[in-house]
Structures are given as structure tokens and as C-alpha cells.
């Protein structure tokens, strides 16, 4: 059982030595990101920008972003009593705008987004604005207009 012991913690070892979690001499200990870091750093998405929200005549709020370049898609997140809560993830990495439609009359929204990339095994999401931007609904929707009947 010792031995057992032994060998795991030998192998814990060897395996942290490797992905870089472990300082080999005393020149590694220098504050420089892992490997692994350094990997995440180049696959995550960079934020967003440019995020903007307007209220839409017809009712609801659009959302509008620039488009990320490594991005597989977007998360749409809109600030509640509690939180960010998801409200949609799109699924296309050159969309720049969502429209939030499940929004009441009058009401004021602060939403957020997120770039995220897919490697096939792991989801990357870029950093977000945590202040976020906001709209207010319109207070009556526009009255339709009356074409000639004619």
C-alpha cells in the first residue's frame, strides 16, 4: 500500500513538472504565466466592443456589438434583481446585434455580452463589460398606420 503511495505521488509529481504548475529550479519561480495560462490566454475571444442598446419602436430592446474575430458565437446576458442571467446564446460568430423581445413596456434593461469559442472540447468565454448598457423600453408602441382602403 506504501509503495502504491509512493508511486502516485511520484507520478502527481512528474505530471506537474510537465504542465507547469511546479517550479523546476529556482529560476522558474519568477511570477511569468504557465503554459497552460498561456495557452488560454490565445484561444479565449477577446470582449466585445463598441456594446450599445436601443429601444425598438415596434417594442424591445436591441442589442448591438463588434463582431469578435475568433469567436464561434455570442452570450447575451441581461442584469437582474439577483445577477447576470443568461438570456441568449448566438450561435454565429459574425452576428452583431440580438433583439431582446421578452422586454414590457416602459421598463429600463441593462444587458452585456460575452464572445465565447468552442475547440470542440472546452468553451471559452471572453471577459465582459460588468457595468454593462442599458435602454428604456418605449412607454406606448407606435400606433400603426392606416394605408388607403381603396
Known sequence: MFQRKKRMAALILSMSVLCGTLPVS???TQEQPSV??????????A???NL???????????ISWEPVSNANGYRVYRLEEDGW????????????E????????????????????YDGQTIRLSDY??????????????????????
Open 98 to 117: 440580438y433583439a431582446d423581445l421578452t422586454t414590457e413596456m416602459n421598463g429600463t434593461y441593462t444587458y452585456t455580452v460575452r464572445a465565447y469559442r
Open 47 to 49: 470582449a466585445p466592443e
Open 36 to 45: 497552460m495560462e498561456q495557452e488560454t490566454e490565445a484561444v479565449k475571444p
Open 52 to 62: 450599445a442598446a436601443a429601444a425598438l419602436p415596434e417594442g424591445g430592446i436591441r
Open 129 to 150: 463589460d460588468e457595468t454593462g448598457v442599458s435602454a428604456t423600453t418605449a412607454a406606448v408602441l407606435s400606433e400603426p398606420v392606416l394605408e388607403s382602403a381603396e
Open 85 to 96: 442571467k443568461l438570456l441568449q446564446i448566438v450561435k454565429d460568430g459574425t452576428a452583431a
Open 26 to 28: 529556482a529560476a522558474d
